[in-house]
């Protein structure tokens, strides 16, 4: 059973720093691909940073720059490092992963296994 469990969530000021871990089990693909997203209080959810089997990676405008995905292969654990953050990141933040690369991932529908989710929350 294909488990995802994210963690590092929490509050912080405004151009403060948050990582967080997707910790995956269950599933030994070998070509995957990784994503994380967010979803905000009356707002729809956004896709934030996807991680390929291949080790490419790609970010949604409103983050690059500033997130870095990466992937701990020894450890099976995705991270998401988020600096300078902006209030408006505040959001609860999900991990979700697909057996197919992502270059044929259309959009979150798309990925097969979610975590639970990790809030973040950034004041001003």
């Known amino acids: 059973q294909v488990q995802l469990v994210e963690s590092g969530g929490g509050s912080v000021q405004s151009g403060g720093s948050l990582r967080l871990s997707c910790a995956t089990s269950?599933?030994?693909?070998?070509?995957?691909?990784m994503g994380w997203f967010r979803q905000a209080p009356g707002k729809e959810r956004e896709g934030v940073a996807a991680?390929?089997?291949?080790?490419?990676?790609s970010y949604a405008d409103s983050v690059k720059g500033r997130f870095t995905i990466s992937r701990d292969n020894a450890k099976n654990t995705v991270y998401l490092q988020m600096n300078s953050l902006k209030p408006e990141d505040t959001a609860m933040y999900y991990c979700?992963?697909?057996?197919?690369?992502?270059?044929?991932?259309?959009?979150?529908?798309?990925?097969?296994?979610w975590g639970q989710g990790t809030q973040v929350t950034v004041s001003s």
């Open positions: 991680y390929d089997s291949d080790r490419s990676t």
């Open positions: 269950g599933y030994t693909y070998s070509s995957y691909c």
């Open positions: 979700a992963v697909v057996p197919y690369p992502c270059s044929v991932v259309l959009g979150a529908d798309d990925y097969r296994y």
